[in-house]
């Protein structure tokens, strides 16, 4: 059997493929990373503000606890001052959230991009069928699931281990500092050792990241059928396509042979060429190629020609310039108006010739003046 019957899905998704998955909110994303981010960012934050939380705390706290008479008996002061102390820590744990969404925002779009989708949030029922439950518990992806939690599990265990035989000394030393240096001291020791934790959950999120793309791709590669389906609904099928294209030459073709018999002259090779040229005297400008072919082409337009006593010029030279050099419906090329105007002047008087006003016009020169570069 054709390998591109087999069914097997061998095949890079296409563009669309994956534009149409990230629609339906199937996009690559690493939940280690997010977690590694979120953490590394609470420990930032703690870090950055925990002083400031603390001494905020600590003031509360003091404030709180050591009301006035009058403060206790008068609720409206009472209020003021639970208020006024929780604005203390306030501003720093307003910070703390600031930097974990932030982090929380970087982490989980990092990979994959922003993606909203109301199709990824409708309910399904594959989603509450037990066989599909049980085959998500025990498939591979649950598989990869478990491995990663084990390799997180020791790493994380081998460096706090690490973390606290190199501090157990610094750990033994706070009981002897004073309060509240100690307390401070074990505070930032604390957070330290939980930023470096953190970071160590980017062991796994460094292998979980391409995997977790790698995956993804392998899940929306596509067989050679549909990739060619695809191509088929989104260029239109190559029949109709060829179909459409056969017709509107046809169309150019009618509309082309019709301007024939308007024309004033039409130039031939003699045999394998035939150029009909139209000048307007009344309109001006330069003269327009209405009508251009070759071969059978040709011998369709002189008989048109002939049928409609329009006349037939032999230039090969000429014929062949205007075939390669002008379109249908154009003017001709400015280095052509020397040539084609002895050709219009010779059939203008031998119009007049035949009405009988005017001498028999001397016959065309057998070389015309065609520029070097138009001459094939």
């Known amino acids: 059997m054709a390998e591109s019957d087999s069914g097997e899905k061998t ?16 996009i690559a994303r690493s939940k280690d990373l997010g977690t590694m981010f979120v953490l590394v960012g609470s420990a930032f934050a703690m870090l950055l503000m925990g002083n400031s ?12 606890f050591s009301p006035d008479r009058r403060e206790i008996m008068d609720v409206n002061a009472l209020f003021n001052v639970i208020s006024n102390s929780v604005s203390l820590v306030i501003v720093p744990m307003l910070w703390i959230f600031f930097i974990i969404i932030i982090a929380a925002f ?11 989708s109301w199709e990824a949030m409708a309910p399904k029922a594959s989603r509450l069928s037990p066989a599909a439950g049980f085959k998500r518990m025990f498939g591979v992806q649950a598989a990869v699931e478990l491995i990663k939690s084990i390799l997180k599990f020791f790493v994380v265990f081998i460096v706090a281990f690490l973390l606290l035989t190199g501090l157990f000394e610094q750990i033994l030393g706070l009981s002897l500092e004073a309060i509240p240096t100690n307390f401070e001291h074990a505070v930032n ?8 934790l953190a970071l160590s959950i980017g062991i796994i999120a460094v292998i979980d990241a391409p995997y977790q793309v790698w995956n993804h791709t392998r899940q929306l590669k596509m067989t050679k059928q549909e990739i060619k389906d695809e191509h088929k609904n989104t260029e239109g099928n190559p029949e109709v396509k060829g179909h459409i294209k056969r017709t509107q030459y046809e169309m150019s073709q009618r509309r082309m042979m019709g301007e024939v018999p308007n024309s004033d002259v039409v130039i031939t090779n003699p045999t394998h060429y035939s150029i009909a040229l139209k000048y307007d005297a009344v309109v001006g400008g330069a003269p327009r190629l209405v ?15 002939k049928e409609n006593n329009v006349e037939i010029i032999q230039s090969a030279a000429l014929a062949r310039s205007l075939y390669y050099t002008a379109e249908v419906d154009q003017d001709i090329p400015e280095e052509l108006y020397a040539a084609v105007a002895q050709v219009l002047a010779f059939i203008f008087q031998l119009n007049e010739h035949k009405k009988g006003r005017a001498k028999k016009p001397i016959p065309i020169a057998k070389e015309l003046p065609i520029p070097e570069e138009f001459k094939y």
């Open 291 to 305: 009508a251009k072919g070759i071969d059978e082409m040709a011998m369709h337009i002189r008989t048109i020609a």
């Open 11 to 26: 095949e890079e998704p296409t563009a669309k493929k994956l534009t149409d998955a990230r629609k339906k909110g199937q």
């Open 189 to 196: 020791m604390l957070l330290w050792m939980f930023l470096t």
């Open 53 to 64: 939380l603390v001494k905020g705390l600590a003031l509360m706290m003091k404030r709180l």
């Open 106 to 116: 970087i982490g989980n779009t990092m990979l994959g991009g922003m993606s909203f």
